[in-house]
């Protein structure tokens, strides 16, 4: 079965240190999505991303944050100047709306740890 | 008001219980409805999917959306040990939109 995958895993940054978090999302699929989960929390939305731009984001999603979609297959999220606050897990999804093919599917996540 | 609201449990059953997941919730335009299954520091995997009001059914699984209600269910028939984990509702208002997550229950299922 098709998966989006996400890397690293776990990922440990200094307060004001950028990260990015990469994710592979499912080929023919046109929608691409970063959530992030504090411990405990809500999953929540960060940003959408459909046809090479942004489609929607967060009040979470300042400046801090920006996505890219270097090539064909990788989606990336970058936090410029990381914050204590920004430790979480970060979840990349994708989403497909054909006759099989339909849904969210989610990453298995980056724990990302500000130190 | 919330926007999904989810009882986060914790929640535990006898092995073999039938087990019944809800959230509520204020937009009435939501019309994508999904549950998920999260097990500890994992991502979230997608059990059922409903477009619109009505039922559907996934071997030991049921969904349910009353949308004149705002109200969505999910039914675990037979549980197992193994369906022990957080269950997440989701909905979103059109295909590709931002799912709205709800807090999640906590489901323990006891051999």
């Known amino acids: 079965e098709p998966e989006v995958t996400q890397t690293p895993s776990h990922q440990v940054t200094q307060m004001g240190q950028e990260v990015i978090l990469r994710c592979v999302p499912i080929?023919?699929?046109?929608?691409f999505y970063w959530y992030r989960q504090i411990l405990g929390q809500k999953v929540e939305f960060l940003v959408s991303f459909y046809n090479n731009e942004i489609s929607e984001k967060s009040e979470i999603f300042d400046d801090q944050f920006s996505v890219e979609r270097p090539d064909g297959s990788n989606f990336t999220l970058k936090i410029r100047s990381t914050k204590l606050e920004d430790s979480a897990m970060y979840f990349c999804?994708?989403?497909?709306?054909?006759?099989?093919?339909?849904?969210?599917?989610f990453g298995s996540g980056t724990r990302l740890t500000v130190v | 008001q919330k926007e999904v609201e989810q009882d986060p449990g914790p929640l535990s059953v006898p092995e073999g219980a039938i087990v019944s997941l809800n959230c509520t919730y204020s937009n009435s335009a939501f019309q994508y409805f999904m549950w998920y299954r999260q097990y500890s520091r994992k991502g979230p995997e997608l059990l059922m999917y409903?477009?619109?009001?009505g039922n559907k059914e996934d071997g030991r699984f049921t969904a349910q959306v009353d949308k004149s209600s705002k109200y969505i269910s999910l039914f675990i028939r037979d549980s197992q040990p193994s369906d022990s984990a957080t269950y997440l509702c989701a909905m979103t208002l059109n295909q590709g939109g931002k799912l709205i997550f709800g807090q999640g229950t906590e489901l323990s299922v006891k051999p």
């Open positions: 080929s023919n699929h046109l929608y």
């Open positions: 999804a994708s989403s497909g709306w054909g006759a099989t093919n339909y849904g969210y599917t």
């Open positions: 409903t477009y619109s009001s």
